[in-house]
């Protein structure tokens, strides 16, 4: 079955500074990447996705980057705010079936 | 947030105890999820329904039984679970049809004694 590993597991950033989060997958079958937030006390929320007939998507501060052929996608937050403290999990699906495959987590601290 | 929602928000029980996890979609998907998470693990996905079917089953416990009596409601049915089963558990719905967007629950944090 398919295997996500993320990295790395807790990141810690000055505010205004770009944070990364790295993911590989296993599964070559695998074909939408979705990244969510999951900050304390709170439900996973999705941020942004990708499929792989696109390369990179971009969303105001968050972007993320998929290779496929060498199966790593990867989240990029650039002028890190405090609020965009959480812990950050990206996934791994086959679309039209109903099944992700997660990541271990990134816990991101940003201190002002 | 009135999407996914999900009763209790907090559950203690003993090993001996018969409970049940209540999830509930107000978004008109079709399909439905249970994930359990463990601190330092991934979402473990324990449970898909699409359509109202069982679509998968990761080898969980038979000590968790899930029920999906329409596409809007599903439970998780719980009965002499192990204290290694306390965790959060957290319900999902996504439209499926290609519209893979999963949409949580606020979970259910169970701790068996």
């Known amino acids: 079955g398919e295997n996500v590993e993320q990295h790395p597991s807790t990141l810690s950033v000055q505010e205004g500074d770009s944070a990364v989060i790295k993911c590989t997958y296993s599964?070559?079958?695998?074909?939408?990447f979705p990244w969510y937030k999951q900050e304390l006390g709170k439900r996973p929320q999705l941020i942004i996705d990708?499929?792989?007939?696109?390369g990179e998507k971009k969303d105001q501060r968050i972007a993320v980057t998929l290779n496929k052929t060498a199966k790593h996608f990867s989240l990029h937050i650039t002028e890190t705010q405090p609020e965009d403290s959480a812990v950050y999990f990206c996934?791994?699906?086959?679309?039209?079936?109903?099944?992700?495959?997660f990541g271990t987590g990134t816990r991101l601290l940003v201190s002002p | 947030e009135t999407g996914v929602t999900q009763t209790p928000r907090h559950l203690v029980m003993g090993m001996t105890n018969k409970k049940s996890l209540k999830c509930e979609q107000h978004?008109?998907?079709?399909?439905m999820y249970w994930y359990k998470q463990s601190a330092k693990k991934p979402l473990e996905l324990m449970f898909v329904?699409?359509?109202?079917?069982?679509?998968e089953n990761n080898s969980v416990p038979s000590r968790f039984s899930p029920e999906c009596p329409n596409s809007s409601h599903l439970f998780l049915h719980l009965h002499t679970l192990q204290p290694e089963d306390s965790a959060l558990y957290l319900c999902?719905?996504?439209?499926?049809?290609?519209?893979?967007?999963?949409?949580f629950g606020p979970g259910t944090r169970l701790l068996v004694l």
């Open positions: 996934a791994t699906g086959v679309l039209g079936f109903q099944k992700l495959v």
């Open positions: 999902a719905s996504s439209q499926g049809q290609g519209e893979e967007t999963q949409y």
């Open positions: 978004l008109g998907h079709n399909a």
């Open positions: 329904y699409s359509l109202e079917e069982r679509v």
């Open positions: 990708i499929r792989s007939n696109v």
């Open positions: 599964d070559s079958a695998s074909n939408y």
